[in-house]
């Protein structure tokens, strides 16, 4: 009566016949091939990849960078003036100031941009820039905005006015906004106004 080999011994010897045979294959397709190629290229092809790839790598990369690099330095700048931060002028600052700073000062760019600014508020009435203003009492003169909209225009600038902070063109603002008759509240308004 034989005895039985033990479970890893029979799957050593599996896995040694396994290693043999792919040693053999190897040989064999070792001895069929004449001569193997490396490269796509040869020659003079090959140098001419090698030199165009080194300046690809030596200009266009770099320039590459610092273009993304800047691109992503100046966001908190577009955010800024997209929100209509009254301080957007100084982000903007920051965001030239982190450029040469390496970007250490860009998440406090970030920050700012995104922060509502309430000592602002608190010391002039509004949390909005004198542009803000002056483009919405353009759509008001054109009869774009909607009742709600001209009210809270006309609540922030008296707002403004009641602290003192009132420059002389939200002055003239605020009395051209005083004659001007919101829309009744059922009417649209005019083409281009928010519905």
């Not at 990849?49 to 790598?57: G, K, S």
Request: proline fraction near 7%; aromatic fraction near 6%.
């Amino acid at each position: 009566m034989q005895i039985p080999k033990p479970l890893s011994e029979a799957r050593r010897s599996r896995s040694s016949a396994k290693r043999a045979v792919r040693s053999a294959l190897g040989l064999a397709l070792a001895a069929f091939c004449s001569q193997v190629h490396a490269a796509l290229f040869s020659g003079e092809a090959l140098d001419k990849v090698a030199d165009i790839m080194a300046v690809v790598v030596l200009i266009l990369v770099p320039v590459v960078v610092i273009v993304v690099f800047w691109l992503v330095h100046v966001l908190p700048e577009v955010f800024a003036e997209k929100r209509h931060h009254p301080q957007a002028q100084a982000i903007q600052t920051l965001c030239l100031l982190s450029l040469v700073f390496g970007g250490l000062l860009w998440p406090i760019a970030w920050l700012w941009a995104f922060t509502r600014p309430v000592g602002y508020k608190l010391a002039y009435g509004t949390d909005k820039d004198a542009g803000y203003h002056e483009a919405m009492g353009e759509q008001a003169k054109a009869g774009k905005l909607l009742p709600q909209e001209l009210e809270h225009l006309r609540a922030e600038l008296d707002s403004m006015a009641a602290k003192g902070a009132l420059p002389p063109a939200l002055k003239r603002l605020r009395d051209d906004l005083a004659t001007i008759e919101a829309p009744p509240a059922g009417a649209a308004p005019a083409e281009g106004g928010r519905a």
